[in-house]
């Protein structure tokens, strides 16, 4: 039935996995910054091989360990969010699930925000749209069950 714990844990838990792969794909892709390059080309005015030519020779591996981190820490946020969302404990207690809640939510929403200014074109808006259809459905069957 809508709404019940499921829907509550369910969307979070796609939330994660959907992090976790991306996180992931930072992670092991050998030039990261091209997995949104039409973005990041738009922001920076110049192609990816323009930047590299004008600069230093160890750009590229200073691009790739910034990604690397930021791929570690999303698939990390993923785990916790994943993990922590198909927890029966976690779901029935309140502190717990609302913490949990409240800080995806303003992940998402922030993310979303960070992305529309800073680069609108990116692909992963539309990603960001999906999750945030996904934790809409959580917020309102937490907000609906209120659980006590």
């Not at 992090?19 to 997995?35: A, S």
Request: proline share 5%.
């Amino acid at each position: 039935m809508f709404p019940s714990n499921k829907t509550i844990a369910y969307p979070l838990f796609i939330i994660g996995i959907v992090m976790i792969i991306c996180g992931f794909r930072w992670l092991v892709h050998p030039d990261p910054w091209l997995l949104d390059e039409v973005a990041n080309v738009e922001r920076l005015g110049k192609t990816f091989d323009e930047v590299f030519a004008e600069s230093t020779p160890t750009i590229p591996d200073y691009l790739r360990q910034i990604y690397r981190f930021f791929g570690l820490w999303v698939l990390i946020i993923g785990l916790f969010i994943s993990s922590l969302s198909l927890s029966i404990k976690a779901i029935k207690e309140k502190q717990v699930i609302s913490k949990i809640i409240y800080i995806t939510g303003f992940m998402l929403i922030f993310g979303m925000y960070l992305g529309y200014t800073l680069i609108p074109s990116s692909h992963f808006i539309v990603l960001m749209w999906f999750l945030i259809l996904l934790y809409l459905i959580s917020l309102y069957s937490y907000t609906k069950l209120r659980i006590d």
